[in-house]
């Protein structure tokens, strides 16, 4: 089991950046993917970015280039660096784990752009 909890959400202008973290509660060494999801408002959660064990990373094609997650397996951390951004990111941002047969998620954090 691990409890995730996300931090550095908040109100932006367009064409600003943020940095979402999200600490997880036991080592990530083990867990091979973990991943950042978004949900809009009336819209369905979607996959944003995800990152293996060995440090690929994957992006949905909206962010690509203006995105980039990392993970910190000493402190049980991963990141989302969000560059350039726009007022369609505006959502809640949900760190995501999956081990073994469960998926893990946190509370998510609003990250809202807007001038």
């Known amino acids: 089991q691990v409890q995730l909890v996300e931090s550095g959400g908040g109100l932006v202008q367009p064409g600003g950046s943020l940095r979402l973290s999200c600490a997880a509660s036991r080592s990530i060494f083990s867990i091979n993917a973990m991943a950042w999801y978004r949900q809009a408002p009336g819209k369905q959660r979607e996959l944003v970015a995800r990152?293996?064990?060995?440090?690929?990373?994957d992006y949905t094609d909206s962010v690509k280039g203006r995105f980039a997650m990392s993970r910190d397996n000493a402190k049980n951390t991963v990141y989302l660096q969000m560059n350039s951004l726009k007022p369609e990111d505006t959502a809640v941002y949900y760190c995501?784990?999956?081990?073994?047969?469960?998926?893990?998620w946190g509370q998510g954090t609003q990250v809202t752009v807007s001038s």
């Open positions: 995501n784990a999956v081990v073994g047969s469960f998926a893990y």
């Open positions: 990152i293996t064990g060995d440090g690929t990373t």
